[in-house]
């Protein structure tokens, strides 16, 4: 890969740029997660402590802690929320339990779900308030026998005390036979308290985004074809490892400047938007469909997505090419942020930070090793990685409690593999290309682009696709996999194609609210779909 982006640079004359991209940090690594026990752990019960078993899926950055998030993918995860001092860097340190080790409930049965403990958190966000919000999935050994432990739930804590303000249950009525919750933004574009938020949040095992309004208390459900696994890419790969995974919708970020959200399941090429105001206009009536757009087609799969607070670029990790890349949906401009073939493999969160702005964290495991058990654990297989976005100048977006946003600066010189135009429109306009390979690109947007310049479906192997547990996660999406090696037409339309839109052209109140009617067969066949608002 490395080959490539170098034959890429040459070609396109971009070699000077690319050398001036900021380096990328290493700020914490480790070969196996280790804690800093209490006196009497069970350190050495592999039901409570197995060192092969426990690796990061999310991560929040404040001024001197890390945070990070070990779920309970199998057994022995001794803590599910955990912090590390920030001040040194490339260090192996011990992982403290947060809030502290009465808040893990693993390995225990003297506990009750309505208890202040925590079963499986994905991903965790800090607001303006300094607070960090956890979101606990409830699932224990999601991919061995997924053990529904306790419903799912969110607990708020105060960063200044490190006490629990505020928890957030769930009404059932959101919750579907396997819901898996794993990751959620945080809205305060409309903030005048700590708690006037929305909070977006994905459910990946029952394909939906649920939405909680803060101030009212009140939370709704809402789904889309998009936010489900696409059985042509059921399969990623990274370098020599090949893993069949059926992820809904997981990757989730939002552009506070622009009012978008985007989201992806693991198990697709694409990237998709909604705007906050189509999430706030409350559930969709029967047989409404939401307004979903389809952003744009990325060269493999991905999770992580983050905003850039500079020039709201989106910035999202190819599993495939082990990158980091940002696309501009002002003008259709994409960059290669870095590239690591050993540093950057499943990137599974990326995150930007108040207290540094322009710098972005990301998580990076060798998941699929700890997937498919091969581990090496003589290699580093957890990483905290930093980097500098690319000429980072000028006042971020970052609002401060209660506040409005500031003004974005001029947008940064970027190493573009490949430029479709510089000049933004109103309306989706088709930009030539400028190179007559379009498999060259990471991101190509049909919004912005020529009708034929997306890559190719990803081709199976007919080699061994994945290795099974006692019990896949997915079950009811795994079922008859792997798929028939039969390849899709890369020229036959599809549904999602034909939601491709200009993410900027925000909906107006009126058109927020205005039903968008499915067809006849999906009214048919998913009522489900309708939904109300539930009290807390």
């Known amino acids: 890969m490395a080959r490539l982006l170098l034959a890429l640079c040459l070609a396109l004359g971009a070699v000077s740029q690319l050398t001036q991209a900021s380096e990328l940090q290493v700020a914490k690594q480790w070969k196996v997660l280790d804690w800093n ?167 990946t095992v029952e394909p939906g985004i649920i939405v909680f309004d803060s101030s009212k208390d009140v939370t709704w459900r809402l789904s889309h074809p998009a936010m489900y696994p696409d059985p042509d890419f059921a399969q990623s790969e990274i370098h020599n490892d090949r893993f069949v995974l059926m992820d809904g919708v997981v990757g989730l970020t939002f552009d506070e400047r622009n009012g978008i959200v985007y989201f992806q399941p693991l198990a697709t090429d694409r990237v998709f938007s909604v705007h906050k105001n189509v999430l706030r206009a409350g559930p969709l009536a029967d047989g409404q469909m939401l307004d979903v757009k389809l952003v744009g087609k990325k060269s493999s799969q991905g999770i992580g997505l983050a905003v850039s607070p500079y020039d709201n670029s989106l910035i999202f990790s190819p599993l495939s090419e082990t990158a980091l890349a940002a696309w501009n949906p002002a003008n259709n401009q994409q960059s290669v942020l870095a590239q690591d073939g050993e540093k950057l493999q499943f990137v599974a969160d990326i995150t930007t930070t108040r207290a540094e702005p322009g710098v972005i964290y990301a998580i990076s495991s060798k998941f699929h090793r700890f997937f498919l058990k091969n581990l090496n654990t003589n290699e580093f297989n957890n990483r905290i990685v930093r980097l500098e976005l690319p000429a980072a100048t000028g006042v971020s977006t970052y609002k401060t409690p209660y506040t409005s946003l500031t003004t974005l600066p001029t947008a940064p010189a970027h190493n573009s593999l490949l430029s479709f135009g510089s000049s933004y429109h109103s309306t989706p306009t088709h930009f030539p290309q400028t190179t007559g390979n379009a498999l060259q690109s990471y991101f190509t947007s049909p919004a912005l682009s020529t009708t034929l310049t997306t890559k190719a ?38 549904y999602l194609d034909s939601l491709a839109a200009n993410p900027l052209i925000a909906p107006t109140a009126a058109a927020a609210h205005a039903p968008v009617v499915a067809p006849a067969s999906y009214r048919q066949r998913h009522h489900t779909h309708a939904g109300y608002y539930y009290q807390h």
Not at 121 to 127: A, E, G, K
Not at 143 to 153: G, H, R, V
Request: proline share 7%.
């Open 37 to 203: 026990f209490p006196s009497g752990a069970h350190a050495n019960d592999p039901k409570f402590y197995s060192p092969k078993n426990t690796l990061i899926t999310g991560i929040a950055v404040t001024q001197d802690r890390i945070f990070v998030a070990t779920p309970k993918l199998f057994s022995g995860v001794p803590s599910t929320v955990s912090w590390v001092p920030k001040a040194q860097f490339g260090d192996s340190a011990k992982l403290q339990a947060y809030p502290d080790w009465s808040y893990s409930n693993t390995a225990r049965t003297n506990y009750n779900c309505s208890d202040l403990i925590l079963t499986s958190v994905y991903r965790l966000r800090v607001d303006s308030c300094n607070r960090l919000w956890l979101l606990d999935a409830g699932v224990s050994r999601s991919l061995e026998d997924y053990e529904i432990t306790c419903p799912p739930k969110i607990l708020v804590v105060d960063l200044n005390t490190d006490r629990v303000v505020r928890r957030i249950d769930f009404p059932r009525e959101v919750i579907r036979g396997e819901t898996l919750f794993t990751n959620m933004v945080i809205d305060e574009t409309t903030a005048k308290s700590c708690d006037d938020v929305f909070v977006y949040i994905t459910d």
């Open 457 to 494: 479906p990803f081709k199976f192997l007919s080699s061994d696709l994945g290795s099974y547990g006692i019990r896949q996660t997915f079950t009811p999406l795994n079922t008859g996999f792997p798929p028939s090696k039969a390849e899709r037409d890369i020229y036959q339309p599809s």
